[in-house]
């Protein structure tokens, strides 16, 4: 795809980037100026979870230093300075609302300088130094040519908190304290496409979890079937897509199921989808 800088500011050392970890890095863009991007987002990493797969794109693009009592040079104090805003921003736990939500992210530097005079104990300081970071969730199309192609984070479950026991959300995900957690994706968008490929995927961060799909016609969750594929190593859970109209509500709901070890809690990242067919 392409990214248009339409502000009044250069961006400098742009990254393109994924919840999953997935990212590119595109240079500086002057302002008005664009970019060609080609993300791959096929083959995402799912052996880091949760932060760590961002923390694993920081540790690529702005490689930890030790200085070992040494005074560091200009390029490893500007390695420095950007790791430690990212890390500041994308990593926050105590403020995740200063992150972005969006599937695609566009993070850049620039010169921005504000308008209000800064004051320290009401005296404006002899020299200020300025490092703008901007966030922009980017828009992503998902069919090219009648083909789609839905990659797994952008869909993500809704939990059901009538019919969910004691779990409690996170920043990343959900703690499972005991029983279970119901969630629900909306399906409505999806019922007119042919549909080749449906799976679910719930990664845990520690513990075991086991997965089950609410079985329209038996009235009850199911977790292993003919049309049914259940890896608990990968965490994740297959329908044939042939046989997916048995699992989606009249009002285009499909309900998951995630159980914990009946004698500990688990934590796991929010449900979420993988779809892949064919504009009908």
């Known amino acids: 795809g392409i990214v248009s800088n339409c502000s009044s500011y250069p961006l400098e050392d742009v990254i393109i980037y994924t919840p999953f970890g997935s990212f590119e890095s595109i240079g500086n863009i002057v302002s008005g100026g664009q970019k060609e991007v080609n993300l791959s987002i096929s083959n995402v990493n799912r052996q880091y979870k949760g932060y760590d797969s961002l923390y694993m794109m920081l540790e690529n693009l702005y490689p930890y230093s030790y200085y070992s009592g040494r005074a560091p040079s200009d390029e490893e104090r500007e390695i420095w300075i950007k790791r430690n805003l990212i890390e500041g921003i994308l990593m926050n736990y105590a403020n995740p609302s200063l992150t972005s939500s969006s599937y695609i992210n566009l993070l850049g530097f620039c010169e921005y300088r504000p308008d209000e005079k800064i004051k320290v104990n009401g005296t404006e300081p002899s020299d200020l130094q300025y490092r703008g970071v901007v966030i922009k969730g980017l828009d992503m199309e998902f069919e090219k040519d009648g083909v789609v192609s839905i990659p797994p984070g952008y869909v993500k479950g809704i939990l059901d908190v009538q019919a969910s026991d004691s779990v409690f959300p996170e920043y990343s995900g959900f703690y499972l304290e005991r029983g279970q957690a119901v969630f629900y994706f909306d399906m409505s968008s999806y019922m007119d496409l042919d549909i080749s490929k449906f799976e679910i995927i ?77 504009q009908r």
């Open 202 to 278: 719930v990664t845990p961060y520690n513990g075991s979890i086991g997965l089950s799909i609410y079985d329209i016609e038996l009235g009850d969750y199911i977790d292993v079937g003919d049309n049914i594929t259940n890896d608990r190593a990968r965490g994740t859970i297959s329908i044939n897509p042939n046989d997916l109209n048995g699992f989606v509500s009249e009002n285009g709901l499909l309900y998951l199921r995630v159980h914990g070890e009946p004698r500990g809690y688990t934590n796991f990242e929010t449900p979420t989808l993988v779809i892949e067919g064919r």
